[in-house]
């Protein structure tokens, strides 16, 4: 049962929806294990073709609970051992999904939530979204997230973001402008919506082909 995840299946779209709405949205140890067992679920189940992930609230996602993480001593060296050896392991992208993945930015986004806009297929975003990353701002330095943004995005647009820390929010226009996603939904409330409506298109496709582009795209994108 999961305590900070919900999984639902709206015709052939599954949906992966971050609820921890009273903090962002932020991952705690128990969240980025459901994350793991979520993602895997809805890969692995014949009846999802495509795979939808937004946040609870008025956050899409805001990170590590660092403050949770902080009093959870074994979970907080657990993740940074993982971190450290390259083996995290709560986005699609981290656990090899093999469907098509749309990320739907609902709120903020802040630091390791980049992660999840990083590795998914597609972006879109609400208008009232915003995209930051603190890390250089709490004494860390931005390394995975922005390193993966530099793949969707030009790079002085990813530099500014590491370097102007919590300071300065880039907003879901400007990221549109600059290939980080695809398109910004207005009204905000329509974005389920339009996120539904785009993986049922998508859907339309064999699983077999849609699966086999992926994988291609990004084995591209791995190369370059």
Known sequence: MSEHVIVERRGPVGWLVFDRPDVGNAMNARMMDELEVAWLGL???????????????????????????????????????????FELRFTAWHLGVTKPVIAAVNG?????????VADADIVIASCDATFLDPHVSVGQVSAF????????????????MALTGRHERMTATRAHQLGILSQVVDPP?????????????????SPE???????????ALAST
């Open 145 to 160: 997230e922005t390193i993966a943004l530099v793949r969707k995005s030009p790079m002085e647009a990813i530099a500014r």
């Open 43 to 85: 890969d692995a189940d014949p009846a999802v073709r495509v795979i939808v992930n937004t946040g609870n609230g008025s956050a899409f996602q805001t990170g590590l609970d660092v403050a949770q993480l902080s009093r959870d001593r074994d979970a907080l060296r657990e993740h940074s051992r993982r971190t450290r050896d």
């Open 209 to 219: 082909v849609l699966q086999h582009t992926k994988q291609l795209l990004w084995r």
């Open 189 to 205: 409330a329509r974005l389920h919506e339009v996120a539904q409506a785009l993986g049922e298109t998508i859907a339309r496709n």
């Open 108 to 116: 903020v986004c802040a630091g390791a939530g980049l992660h999840f």
